[in-house]
């Protein structure tokens, strides 16, 4: 059996299955609500971007769509990060289940169209950047580790020119739009919640990336924000 075909486990697909359908699809699921249009663009938005930027990466990077499907198997990921990434999926679960039961239950009042459009754009802008660094990062690892196993390097070109963490940035971004697109005041409070958490780890992997990853000092003395340009 080929190195690839092994990638393919029971867990892997269940875990494709969760993170690129079901969660996706959470604020239909849980409000039973199917004329809902947002929440099936949503759905769409999220499904095809996961679909086609993997595709795109993998045929950029041959070798990262593996390191990614050892997600949570790496032995050699910090354990700080193991903590993080815990709290990250449970926020994105949350933000993705508030809708559905806000919409259910009528706990908010809504937002104007306006807010509805800027949150479409906030969602795809968010999608197109972290899909944007995932394919120009072959080393866009789901876990915080030095790959020495694949001869980790700087990469400094595509998104990674002008923040060093962009992947982070778009998952802010995307977050960030989810509560206006879906039309979820009460969603804000996770998505704040889950943004901080995200700040946090960014900063605890740019600094272990100084600290262990050759070059990663110098390249940043040129890219000079960790995640918000002109800010931080």
């Known amino acids: 059996m080929s190195k690839e075909k092994k990638i393919i486990t029971p867990r892997l697909v269940i875990m494709l ?9 959470l604020p239909l699921l849980v409000s039973s609500q199917w004329d809902w249009g947002e929440a099936w663009i949503y759905a769409a938005i999220c499904i095809l971007g996961f679909v086609i930027s993997r595709l795109l990466a993998a ?3 041959p070798g990262l769509l593996a390191e990614r499907a050892r997600f949570g198997q790496q032995t050699d990921a910090k354990s700080w990060d193991r903590k993080m990434t815990l709290l990250l999926t449970l ?9 559905g039961l806000d919409r259910l239950k ?12 800027a949150g479409f754009v906030l969602v795809v802008a968010g999608y197109l950047l972290g899909s944007y660094a995932l394919v120009a990062n072959r080393y866009f690892s789901g876990m915080v580790r ?3 196993d694949r001869d980790h ?35 804000l409070i996770p998505v704040v919640i889950t943004i901080g958490i995200l700040v946090i780890r960014t900063s605890m992997e740019d600094r272990t990336l100084q600290n262990e990853l050759a070059g990663y000092t110098e390249y940043t003395r040129h890219t000079r924000y960790r995640l918000l340009p002109g800010v931080w």
């Open 59 to 61: 045929r950029k990077n």
């Open 91 to 99: 926020g994105g679960l949350i933000i993705h289940l508030l809708p």
């Open 106 to 117: 009528g706990w908010s009042a809504g937002f104007s169209m306006p807010w509805v459009v």
């Open 146 to 148: 030095i790959q020495n």
């Open 17 to 25: 299955l969760l993170a690129v359908v079901v969660i996706p699809m």
């Open 153 to 187: 390097k700087v990469v400094s070109s595509g998104p990674y020119r002008w923040v060093r963490h962009p992947g982070y940035l778009g998952a802010a971004i995307t977050y960030a739009g989810i509560p206006l697109f879906l039309d979820s005041l009460w969603t």
